[in-house]
């Protein structure tokens, strides 16, 4: 089976814009999950689709959001662009939403604002 | 807030050396993973330990879990100048499933 795939893998982007992250779970997950990664603090969570609902979100601004579609693709938005949003993005797939289910993880997509 | 902290930060080891990290949580889990960066790049899932489990093996890794202590340490025999990673510890507790992760060990593995 194929991993989870992120597009765009790198973005550059000023402040004030937006931008549109993607991800493509494994094939058969339904639930996708989505960290933050930053130097200062760390791997944080951000939300969690699952059939297409928000299960779960952390403690990020409403400017950042997401969909699921259908096929259990995932979007994640971040709309006004800040510096501290320079970060790298990961999302993560799992079959369904067990706890106990492994949570796997995608390359990640760097995003650096300027 | 990071529920897991790790030490020790960076470690660093001749091949062949074992290397031992460790993991302290601050609430009730259902179960610990363990997972291991490569350069900035996507984590790699290495091992889960369930709240019921004290000790789970797989190939050159061995994991502990106490949860009195509200500890777990990954243990990596035999280590090679591949095993050379970010290696973070994630909790996840209650009815939530995100994963709650550590600050993370950078290892290096020295040919």
């Known amino acids: 089976k194929a991993g989870v795939t992120q597009t765009p893998r790198y973005l550059i982007k000023t402040r004030g814009q937006q931008v549109t992250l993607s991800c493509s779970p494994i094939s058969g997950h339904r639930s996708v999950s989505w960290y933050q990664q930053t130097p200062g603090q760390g791997l944080q969570f951000l939300f969690e689709?699952?059939?297409?609902?928000?299960?779960n979100k952390g403690n990020f601004p409403g400017r950042f959001s997401g969909r699921q579609f259908s096929n259990s693709r995932s979007e994640m938005n971040v709309s006004t662009l800040e510096l501290g949003d320079s970060a790298l993005y990961l999302c993560a797939s799992s079959p369904s939403t067990r706890a106990e289910e492994t949570q796997y993880f995608g390359p990640g997509t760097r995003l650096l604002v300027l | 807030s990071q529920q897991g902290e790790e030490d020790p930060q960076a470690l660093s080891i001749q091949e062949g050396e074992n290397a031992t990290m460790n993991c302290s949580y601050k609430t009730s889990i259902n179960n610990l993973q363990w997972y291991r960066q490569n350069s900035g790049r996507g984590l790699v899932h290495l091992i889960l330990i369930r709240s019921n489990e004290r000790e789970k093996h797989s190939g050159r890794l061995r994991v502990t879990l106490d949860t009195s202590k509200k500890s777990s340490s990954l243990l990596i025999t035999a280590s090679r100048a591949a095993d050379t990673a970010s290696y973070f510890c994630a909790a996840s507790s209650g009815s939530a499933r995100q994963l709650t992760f550590g600050s993370g060990t950078q290892l290096t593995v020295l040919p």
């Open positions: 689709y699952f059939s297409e609902t928000q299960r």
